[in-house]
T-cell receptor
Framework: GAVVSQHPSRVICKSGTSVKIECRSL??????MFWYRQFPKQSLMLMAT?????????EQGVEKDKFLINHASLTLSTLTVTSAHPEDSSFYIC????????????FGPGTRLTVL | GENVEQHPSTLSVQEGDSAVIKCTYS??????FPWYKQELGKRPQLIID?????GEKKDQRIAVTLNKTAKHFSLHITETQPEDSAVYFC??????????FGTGTQLKVEL
């Protein structure tokens, strides 16, 4: 199988606080994970590519100091939204790829972030 | 980078009819073509994919066809059911195996 989990599934926080979202590949090792953001009724927007043991690669327009990504192991990547503001409220979804020679990405169930 | 155009943006069919969604790509070097289905509030799910060395692939009611000459690939859903209602994406697979999602196709299967 290829199961990807995310935690938490839903989080509500106050403006100015930081929120950490975890993405785990449960039954495979993922050398590469991806983080997406999806606003209501819009498509998924790739934020960054997370490679195990190295720095993440951010897409144009995504602030790396605001969205901190850590991929410390082959099964875990974390996204920390720092100093969150209401405009950061969104659906954050991660995906994982099984190996360098594999194209297929498997998605986590997503995390609904609401910043008050 | 790779550019993929998807049509139509919305599609409404009667239950039991077939639905076809088409994507056109620009990079002739593209070799992997996935289709994802996303229901409201849920994760995108890979429903079928095809590689450039294959012209057609079928999985029960779902099939994907690839025309490399014309640079387009299509998703075919036969005998549609209400649970097929969702947004379908054919993301482009650019450098670094990134998936770039377009606006997708909103499929509605009516009873």
């Amino acid at each position: 199988g290829a199961v990807v989990s995310q935690h938490p599934s839903r989080v509500i926080c106050k403006s100015g606080t930081s929120v950490k979202i975890e993405c785990r590949s449960l039954d495979f090792q993922a050398t590469t994970m991806f983080w997406y953001r999806q606003f209501p009724k819009q498509s998924l927007m790739l934020m960054a590519t997370s490679n195990e043991g190295s720095k993440a690669t951010y897409e144009q327009g995504v602030e790396k100091d605001k969205f901190l990504i850590n991929h410390a192991s082959l099964t875990l990547s974390t996204l920390t939204v720092t100093s969150a503001h209401p405009e950061d409220s969104s659906f954050y979804i991660c995906s994982a790829r099984k190996g360098a020679g594999t194209d297929t990405q498997y998605f986590g169930p997503g995390t609904r972030l609401t910043v008050l | 980078g790779e550019n993929v155009e998807q049509h139509p943006s919305t599609l409404s069919v009667q239950e039991g009819d077939s639905a076809v969604i088409k994507c056109t790509y620009s990079d002739s070097a593209s070799n992997y073509f996935p289709w994802y289905k996303q229901e409201l509030g849920k994760r995108p799910q890979l429903i079928i994919d095809i590689r450039s060395n294959v012209g057609e692939k079928k999985d029960q009611r779902i099939a994907v066809t690839l025309n490399k000459t014309a640079k387009h690939f299509s998703l075919h859903i036969t005998e549609t059911q209400p649970e097929d209602s969702a947004v379908y994406f054919c993301p482009s697979t650019g450098g670094g195996n990134k998936l770039t999602f377009g606006t997708g196709t909103q499929l509605k299967v009516e009873l």
